[in-house]
């Protein structure tokens, strides 16, 4: 369940969150993940970032207006390694998960037929109806590839038929395309599954 807690602190005048959401994303190695994190936390961009090992952890405060007030919802962000040996701690990973990224990469078709695993393990632990979302990243990558190399639009709206997905945004870290928006969609997606409060986000 999505955490709710007083924006005021009792112990001080210190602003909290009105809400707390766990947001998780999967994929394969090397697809981009950790980009799409340090993209919106940082506003970086390294073409170089290392694969992650294990899990990382962000955090990032988005506005928020509830009720005709200004205040914030915290993201915090577990970036999931891909490699086969990390995902025994997939149970711990996705436990109390509020929102999901799917995510692919758009010149690498088998990153897509991939997410099948990821798919499987939401239904194994009654996370087939978290809000999710479905993402193809490396789009600055797309328009230089090898025709052959993309992964074509039909291939991915019969994907997303199969598994029921209803979402889906093109990104680009290194460009800083789409990465903001499918935070916030992910977050608006959260607030109306919880039927949570809010008017907006700005």
């Not at 999901?100 to 010149?107: E, P, Y």
């Not at 999710?132 to 639009?153: F, H, P, Q, W």
Request: aromatic share 12%; proline share 3%; net charge negative.
């Amino acid at each position: 369940m999505a955490e709710h807690i007083n924006p005021l602190s009792e112990s001080n005048d210190e602003v909290k969150p009105i809400y707390i959401f766990k947001i998780c994303i999967l994929g394969q190695e090397r697809v981009g993940k950790t980009c799409i994190a340090r993209r919106l936390c940082f506003n970086t961009f390294d073409v170089e970032t290392k694969e992650t090992l294990g899990i990382e952890f962000y955090t990032k405060d988005l506005p928020l207006i509830v009720n005709g007030e200004d205040t914030f919802v915290r993201i915090s962000i577990w970036d999931f390694g891909g490699r086969e040996q990390f995902k025994k701690l997939f149970p711990y990973y996705i436990n109390g998960a509020n929102g999901i990224f799917m995510v692919f990469n758009l010149i690498d078709l088998q990153t897509l037929l991939r997410l099948d695993w990821w798919y499987e393990r939401l239904d194994d632990y009654n996370h087939s109806l978290t809000p999710r979302m479905c993402i193809g990243t490396k789009n600055d990558l797309v328009k230089i590839a090898d025709e052959k190399a993309r992964v074509d639009d039909l291939v991915i709206k019969r994907f997303m038929e199969r598994h029921t997905e209803h979402d889906f945004y093109k990104t680009s870290s290194k460009e800083n395309c789409n990465i903001e928006l499918i935070f916030k969609e992910l977050v608006i997606k959260i607030l109306e599954k919880n039927k949570l409060d809010y008017d907006r986000l700005p």
